[in-house]
């Protein structure tokens, strides 16, 4: 009953226990039957007359309209209403004095033991009770006022001593701001607010009151007789309207006797519900809350599946299109509805929830017993909704601002769904249906696999005290990755290609983040998923370049910057990063995007807690890049071959960087490794080390106290190389002994890095044991010998791209378009210059040929798909 | 040194007649205790049909124990099962050693066939009977017997799955009876078996039941190395073609993947042709010795041993001083190892021209008595050792010996650019005819390959 006052102006959704009370009270007392049928018309008409933006009347003749022409559903409903509105209506002409009045007094009553318990809560300062217990009283007033008695006398007062106290507590408050909890202080506020609005409401009956308490109280006794009369007629009216309502109201007066009816009744609710669903003018709140009420009392377990299973569904509807996502209390509701469901399900075998199932009728009661093969078999999808409820929490959270605390509470419920994605799992496991559990274990890794080790620990932690367990749970003292490897390595045997493709790049993520770079980088390179990823989804096309990024990244962090270089130059090289990433929408220079393209853009980025930070990434890429590339600028001479950048954009930055007539101190990322790259340049490597760990984005780096030490190394074995490379023309001789010093290494490290660069004939050199001094013995060469070794150089080069062209058509062939745009690609991975030899033509092991050209695709990944404005940024 | 001993990693990957050798080995050398040794050959040899080796076997480890009576019983159906299969198959054999069918046998395995049926009533089962009776006789022990029966099958039949199981058969045989030249034979005719056999390469998009003969590939491909390294380390030329087998690209990627611990052997191969590496030979030999540091330093996160990093520290770091030190370690390791023992010397000797090799291109003048002791020798001997170098390698015109200083001089003059340019530009023209072939052997259309040429060209 109180539900439709509640229809008509409340909007806040707990308080079901205060309604199954006043079920119970109906219940109790036969003659309030009376009213019932009546009174809701009659909220409906106050509201419908008291909204301001009123298209409702129109919507009604509509909607009569509409009725009159379907035939099917109308007829016997109309019936329905028609005899039970005579009916009510001869009741309530001989019993209203009594059955108003004993109500009234029952109503008082609980009105009293609200108010006691405010005074309690507020004795102990406890808002949210008071909010709660206010919540409470204001919606019984409403009632009150809907059967057209007058506002209570105790109710005025209540409110305004609740505003005193409220003062008191407010400035309390101000006070010690610390001391109150978050949802204490939340409630408190909420309560303010509400006061504030009611004691406008009743401005007239608090002035009064205040003026004269006892006067008005005796106002109210007398005017309370008088009162019953009017109400009476008032019934009257209102089943005229009645008459008139439309079809959704119709479903409301059913719901509301559905108390005590019988099971068939809850199917016919669902039917009418079911057939309103998604048309224009239903209203869906009132939906929902019919459904609820249909929850509560069904009983059967068929029974309440199918209400939970349309109750998720017009959760999943309730939200209009205009809105980004859908609100966090109705996803918290639905979420639970769907581990209500699960639940359900699980415990009981003999009910299943199928996608596909033959025909029943929705009418009628089933149970296992009566079902050929002992289970229920019911239409519906438990994944579409674990599905859903993943999509709309990932929604909430990119259009929540992420630097705001609604973000963070936001992320809190993740813990839950991630355990209703294992219940589901769960689920799953036991009734063996391989498809769905397929897509409940990639969703389950996809909330896992780019997470620190204590995050999976937290959410794993929530898993292993629910009653339904999946398979594969991390009890505290496993690793993460003994559980990412179940999960994936059941992805891996499933016959999804596109889950098998995920896992795979997850799994490899993994490895990634908890520096496994070797074991990372097999796995990349032995699933061939370089050659294939351009013709895959965008979204797992990101994926693929976050596990590239973060590849790049730990090899950083394990001390491989060669490799990391070669990784996460191909990225770099686009310009595009944040857009590649998914991280943030590329603004185009020439074109303009159409709304619709932005909105596909805006709806794959990822969420802000799964960002790779670029600034961090950048900075990883710069400082390899510098170290990999100032000895190679430093030991070419002509102008002919330093147009062979290694890294074009670390070459652009270095220039500017020349450019610049008056270089200030560092503020940048940028600016730091630039001038550390001049300062390496010119020997000076402690002044380079300093500027690099400077750097203070390293801070969000793992172990970044390893990662810079690990930087400093570099920086003196670079800084020599550079040295060398540099002032070798003008030296003679050179003592080891001085260089070990000039770059505090040991001399033994000296030797050897001279050794190296003499063997691989870049410094043309030789040691003088006994001396201990290096020898430089140089050729000048003139400009013809300089041009055919530039000519041999190029021949070769043509031939080995000629080679690799034809690698390419022969190798591979599927559907890849751009084969000669692939060859370019390949020809910078500086790995694939190595290693580029015939032999690799043939390739039949599981590893392949391709071990070079590694992310040589990259680019193209989302190249290929979006804007086809790549050739450009080349 | 039992932690470099790789006798427990190649077992899984050999036939279960194929590890008696191995054992024996072990049982020689004391890295394990005898006891555990004989222990692991009986169970290795209860399996078997071999029963009188099982037995003695037995009575070695528990010489107060009786034998178990189902030895007994087991050599009872041996032999009775043994006079069954040679009936079945005598009556086949009897037919293929006619002279006159042997003579009107020709290429067509299903001619063969039908003719054998048409004039001697022999069927395919009859056939299979010769599969039967040579895996029964390996199984007892008696090599050469299989491998003819073997063979003969082989020439018949044309199940591809049965084919192939006679072909791992015979070569067990061959390398068990130890005839090498055969078992070489054998061996690449198996590798091309198993080669031709090319799975579809496994695709993104593909289904997941594709992936399974790559797998199944990969398989053999690891068997197949394990098994190789008992022709190759036996055969006069064996330890060339191992590189040459081993460093192509497909078995390369199998070491890589399944079996890193082979790279030991592919290390001590190369060591060891170094001496002919001034001969002619394919470049892949040629240049072994910088491949496979690579891939050592690729693959180091998964296997290293004294071998591997010895050629590291050698080539990656060139620390002449670890390097020794890995030398001697690696001296012990391969003294050990079944297959490397013979080569001990062989190898030291060539290491230690390496390491000489390499400090000679790097230094300009060198302290003999130091480079004798990098070396492991004496003073002495290490002055004969340089001389001999000297004498054998192509720096003999540029290094002499400065007695009264104990030094060696040695002035490289530069590589005349000339030459630079010809070694670069060397080989070219052979690539781009083999580039050719390649183009028209593949079956698409000429106006295609036109189409991707310019594109190539731009990309300069």
Redesign the interface.
């Known amino acids: 009953m109180s539900r439709f006052f509640r229809a008509a102006g409340d909007s806040d959704s707990d308080s079901s226990s205060s309604e199954e009370e006043e079920l119970m009270s109906s219940d109790d007392e036969a003659p309030k039957q009376a009213a019932p049928a009546a009174k809701p018309a009659m909220s409906r008409f106050l509201k419908s007359a008291g909204d301001s933006d009123s298209d409702e009347s129109s919507d009604e003749e509509e909607s009569e309209m509409s009725s009159d022409e379907e035939e099917q559903p109308k007829p016997k409903p109309k019936l329905g209403r028609f005899v039970h509105g005579a009916s009510s209506e001869d009741e309530s002409d001989e019993d209203v004095k009594r059955v108003v009045k004993s109500a009234r007094d029952k109503r008082l009553d609980e009105m009293e033991a609200t108010g006691k318990s405010m005074d309690n809560a507020l004795k102990i300062n406890d808002w949210v009770a008071i909010s709660t217990e206010f919540d409470k009283l204001a919606r019984m007033v409403q009632r009150q006022q809907n059967v057209s008695e007058p506002v209570p006398p105790f109710y005025i007062r209540t409110l305004v001593n609740l505003e005193n106290s409220l003062n008191v507590a407010v400035a309390k408050d101000k006070e010690s701001k610390k001391k109150m909890n978050a949802s204490n202080a939340r409630a408190l506020t909420a309560v303010k607010q509400k006061v504030k609005k009611l004691l406008k409401e009743f401005e007239k009956e608090v002035k009064r009151f205040q003026e004269d308490p006892e006067a008005f109280e005796r106002e109210y006794q007398t005017t309370v007789q008088p009162e019953v009369a009017p109400a009476a007629t008032k019934v009257k009216k209102a089943k005229k309207a009645e008459e008139d309502e439309d079809e959704d109201f119709m479903t409301v007066g059913k719901g509301g006797k559905a108390v005590h009816y019988t099971p068939e009744s809850i199917f016919k609710h669902l039917q009418v519900v079911q057939e309103a669903r998604g048309k224009k003018n239903t209203d869906r709140t009132e939906q929902i809350r019919i459904l609820e009420k249909l929850l509560e009392v069904s009983v059967t377990s068929y029974q309440r599946i199918r209400v939970l299973l349309a109750l998720i569904a017009s959760r999943f509807d309730y939200n209009s299109s205009v809105a980004t996502h859908m609100s966090a209390e109705l996803w918290t509701s639905a979420q639970k509805e769907v581990d209500q469901l699960i639940s359900i399900v699980a415990t009981d075998s003999g009910y299943s929830i199928q996608e596909i199932t033959e025909d029943y009728d929705d009418l009628a009661e089933r149970a296992p017993a009566t079902e050929s093969d002992g289970v229920v078999r019911i239409r519906g999808s438990v994944i579409s909704f674990v599905d859903r409820l993943d999509d709309e929490f990932t929604k909430s959270l990119q259009n929540i601002d992420p630097h705001g605390t609604e973000y963070v509470d936001r992320l809190k419920d993740e813990k839950e769904l991630y355990s209703t994605i294992c219940r589901a799992q769960a689920l799953y496991e036991k009734t063996k249906q391989e498809d769905p559990l397929a897509r409940v274990i990639m969703r389950r890794l996809e909330h896992i696999y780019s997470k620190p080790d204590p995050v999976v620990l937290a959410l794993e932690a929530t898993v292993a005290t629910s009653d339904l367990k999946p398979s594969a749970i991390l009890s505290a003292d496993d690793k993460t990755s003994s559980l990412i490897h179940s999960l994936c390595v059941h992805l891996y045997k499933s016959g999804n290609s596109l889950l098998r493709t995920r896992a795979m790049l997850s799994h490899i993520y993994h490895f990634a983040l908890h520096n496994d770079f070797h074991t990372a980088r097999d796995m990349l390179l032995m699933s061939h998923l370089q050659d294939s990823i351009g013709n895959a989804d965008v979204a797992t096309q990101i994926l693929y370049n976050r596990t590239v990024v973060q590849l790049g990244l730990s090899a950083f962090r394990c001390g491989l910057i060669k490799e990391s270089q070669a990784t996460l130059h191909e990225i770099f090289a686009t310009q595009r990063v944040k857009e590649l990433l998914a991280q943030g929408v590329h603004q185009q220079r020439y074109q303009v995007l159409s709304p619709e393209q932005e909105k596909v853009e805006r709806q794959r980025q990822l969420p802000f807690h799964m960002h790779i930070n670029t600034e961090l990434l950048e900075a990883a890429f710069l400082v390899s890049t510098m170290l990999v590339e100032i000895p190679v600028l430093a030991s070419i001479e002509s102008e002919e071959q330093k147009r062979k950048a290694i890294s074009k954009p670390f070459r652009r930055l270095l220039d500017f960087a020349d450019r610049q007539v008056f270089t200030g101190p560092p503020e940048s990322t940028r600016d730091h490794i630039m001038q550390a790259s001049k300062a390496l340049q010119d020997g000076e490597w402690e002044k380079c080390r300093d500027l690099i760990q400077s750097i203070k984005i390293w801070s969000l780096m793992p172990e970044c106290a390893a990662v810079k030490e690990m930087l400093a190394k570099r920086i003196q074995e670079e800084g020599l190389r550079t040295y060398l490379f540099t002032y070798a023309p003008h030296y003679r001789t050179l003592s080891l002994t001085l260089l070990a010093k000039t770059f505090s290494l040991p001399l033994r490290a000296v030797t050897s890095l001279v050794s190296k660069m003499i063997w691989s004939e870049e410094l043309q050199a030789a040691l003088d044991q006994s001396a201990g001094v290096v020898v430089f013995n140089r050729v000048e060469l003139t400009r013809t010998q300089q041009l055919a070794q530039t000519l041999a150089d190029k021949v070769n080069a043509l031939v080995e791209q000629n080679e690799k062209a034809l690698d390419q058509k022969l190798g591979v062939s599927s559907g890849w378009g751009e084969r000669a745009d692939g060859g370019k690609g390949d020809k910078r991975g500086e790995q694939t210059q190595e290693r580029s030899r015939r032999g690799d033509r043939s390739r039949g092991g599981a590893r392949g040929g391709a071990r070079g050209g590694r992310g040589a695709r990259f680019a193209q990944g989302l190249g290929s798909q979006m804007a086809g404005n790549t050739q450009r940024n080349r | 040194m039992a932690e470099y001993d790789l006798t427990k990693t190649i077992i899984p990957h050999c036939d279960r007649h194929l590890v008696f050798p191995l054992l024996a080995h072990l049982a020689e050398s004391d890295l394990f205790p005898v006891e555990q040794v004989q222990t692991a050959q009986y169970e290795l040899a209860k399996e078997t049909n071999m029963v009188d080796y099982a037995v003695s076997l037995f009575e070695q480890t528990h010489p107060d124990e009786h034998v178990p009576p189902e030895f007994a019983d087991k050599r009872e159906k041996a032999v009775s099962t043994n006079e069954q299969l040679q009936q079945e198959a005598q009556a086949v054999l009897d037919v293929i050693e006619n002279p006159e069918v042997a003579q009107s046998l020709r290429q067509d395995k299903n001619q063969n066939l039908q003719f054998l049926r048409d004039h001697y009533n022999v069927t395919l089962e009859h056939i299979t009977a010769l599969y039967n009776f040579g895996k029964f006789q390996y199984s007892y022990g008696n090599y050469s017997g299989a491998a003819d029966y073997l063979y003969h099958f082989r020439v018949l039949s044309t199940d591809p799955d049965l084919t192939i199981s006679s072909h791992w058969g015979k070569l067990a045989c061959d390398i068990l009876t130890g005839k090498w030249d055969v078992a070489l034979e054998e061996l690449n005719s198996l590798r091309e078996a198993i080669?031709s056999r090319?799975p579809s390469?496994?695709?993104?998009?593909?289904?997941?039941s594709t992936a399974d003969p790559?797998?199944a590939?990969?398989h053999s491909?690891t068997w197949l190395l394990h098994w190789s390294l008992f022709v190759y380390f036996n055969h006069p030329q064996g330890r060339t073609l191992l590189l040459e087998t081993f460093l192509?690209?497909?078995?390369l990627?199998?070491i890589?993947?399944?079996s890193p611990w082979i790279l030991r052997y592919l290390a001590t191969a190369a060591v060891l042709s170094r001496k002919s590496a001034s001969g002619a030979l394919s470049s892949r030999v040629r240049h072994s010795i910088r491949e496979i540091v690579?891939v050592i330093q690729m693959e180091e996160?998964?296997y290293q041993d004294p071998v591997t990093q010895f050629l590291k520290e050698l080539?990656?770091?060139?620390?002449f001083?670890a390097a020794q030190k890995e030398l001697s370690k690696a001296e012990v390791v391969v003294s050990n190892d079944f297959f490397l023992g013979d080569f001990r010397d062989d190898f030291m000797d060539n290491a230690r021209y390496l390491i000489s090799e390499?400090y000679c291109?790097?230094?300009?003048?060198?302290?003999i008595g130091?480079l004798s002791e990098r070396l492991n020798l004496s003073r002495d001997e290490g002055e004969k050792w340089i001389v001999n170098l000297i004498r054998e390698t192509r720096m003999g015109a540029d290094a002499k010996i400065d007695l009264e200083?104990n030094?060696i001089e040695?002035h490289?003059p530069?590589l005349p650019?000339?030459q630079?340019?010809i070694e670069?530009?060397r080989g070219?023209a052979f690539?781009?005819q083999?580039?050719g072939a390649?183009?028209s052997r593949?079956q698409?259309p000429p106006g295609?390959?036109d189409a991707?040429?310019p594109?190539?060209?731009?990309?300069?």
């Open positions: 080669d090319a390469h496994p695709q993104f998009a593909a289904p997941s790559a797998l590939q990969l491909r192509s690209p497909t078995y990627n199998t890589q993947t399944s690579k996160y998964q080539y990656v770091d060139f620390d001083e390499a291109r790097i230094h300009q003048r060198i302290d130091d200083k030094v040695i490289r530069p650019i000339y630079s340019v670069k530009t070219l690539r781009t083999a580039l390649a183009m593949t698409q295609v390959q991707a040429q594109a190539v060209v731009e990309a300069q």
